[in-house]
């Protein structure tokens, strides 16, 4: 049986670590692929370069939230997109994510993550910033 406090902290795992997985993903494609390789990328693939500087702030800037817990509800639910557009770009390379190109696997997976932090909340050792939570509600 689970008790609150371990839910609580399970949240927080799930969270920060899906959040350092985001900040992760951001920062190699700033400081590996680099911001014009990226447009550059997803120029080739069919997609305005202008989506690769979204993705690129929604990775670094929900990275952050999450691992702080800053309105980690709708964060979760807002980078979905970005995964849904990974699974995309994967889906051609089949399943596992290990092999050649990525697979679609791990983006998928990712998505089943952000929803379960969407319905968890933000967990234990979450910073609260009052004029946000009043403003989101209950779905802070």
Request: net charge neutral; hydrophobic share 55%; no cysteine.
């Amino acid at each position: 049986m689970t008790t609150a406090s371990q839910t609580a902290h399970a949240a927080t795992l799930l969270r920060v670590s899906s959040g350092v997985l985001f900040l992760a993903h951001g920062l190699l494609k700033v400081n590996v692929f680099t911001v014009a390789g990226t447009v550059g990328y997803f120029e080739s693939l069919g997609l305005p370069g202008g989506l690769a500087y979204l993705t690129i702030a929604a990775e670094l800037i929900g990275g952050l939230a999450l691992i702080l817990g800053v309105a980690t509800r709708p964060v979760a639910l807002a980078l979905i997109p970005v995964l849904l557009g990974a699974t995309w770009v994967h889906s051609g390379n089949g399943w596992v994510f290990s092999g050649e190109g990525g697979g679609w696997e791990f983006p998928v997976f990712w998505i089943v993550a952000q929803l379960s932090i969407a319905l968890l909340g933000a967990g234990a050792y979450a910073l609260n910033i009052p004029a946000l939570e009043k403003r989101l509600g209950r779905f802070a």
